[in-house]
């Protein structure tokens, strides 16, 4: 028995040796060098590394292009009387698109609004990069409610005006009186 035991376990150990020996061992052809560079030197040894040209150094990885412009934001605005609906007159009404700044176009609705006849021009609503609709009931209306509403497109802007107003004058059929929008605008480094 013994000697069956004994050429058993010589025979794991030397399949042990086998599997240990036939494990590859990593190659260091580049002397040591980080990959996507060589070593360089003369007889003395490896005195040190150089990227190769076409490897993978990030020197000579591609660079991002140069942007050639960027986006301006756009604004807009609306403003309108809030006395009106007390005098029982026609709502004075200012818009402004396109501009530059918030201020701006803050500064040109209610500067319309007031052209137009406002006492107490307030602002609405302020946009950017977005397209408004404002509804208004019919004149005549039991309940005279104007509603500002923006959105991504100028469709969806109006929709979302009309259905807001009906539902804030009870039912009553709006109309769109005003929509625009203000996208932001490409400016070439150029």
């Given at each position: 028995m013994k000697t069956r035991f004994s050429l058993k376990v010589k025979m794991m150990k030397t399949l042990l040796l086998l599997a240990i020996l036939s494990i590859p061992a990593a190659a260091y052809a580049e002397g040591r060098c980080p990959p996507g560079q060589y070593p360089v030197g003369g007889?003395?040894?490896v005195l040190g590394c150089a990227p190769i040209?076409?490897?993978?150094?990030s020197s000579s990885s591609p660079?991002?292009?140069?942007?050639s412009g960027k986006w301006e934001k756009r604004w807009g605005a609306i403003?309108?009387?809030?006395?009106a609906n007390a005098r029982r007159v026609v709502s004075a009404t200012g818009v402004s698109e396109s501009r530059k700044s918030k201020s701006e176009a803050i500064s040109v609705a209610l500067d319309q609004c007031r052209l137009g006849g406002g006492q107490k021009c307030q602002?609405?609503?302020v946009y950017n990069n977005?397209?408004?609709?404002?509804?208004?009931?019919?004149?005549?209306?039991t309940s005279a409610s104007s509603i500002?509403?923006?959105?991504?497109?100028?469709e969806l802007a109006r929709?979302?005006?009309?259905?807001q107003c009906k539902a804030a004058a009870n039912g009553t059929e709006c109309s769109v009186i005003y929509s625009a929008c203000s996208e932001s605008e490409f400016k070439s480094f150029r």
């Open positions: 007889a003395q040894g040209p076409g490897g993978a150094d660079t991002a292009p140069a942007p403003a309108e009387d809030s006395s602002v609405l609503i977005q397209c408004v609709a404002l509804a208004d009931t019919p004149k005549g209306a500002a509403a923006r959105a991504e497109t100028l929709r979302n005006a009309l259905e």
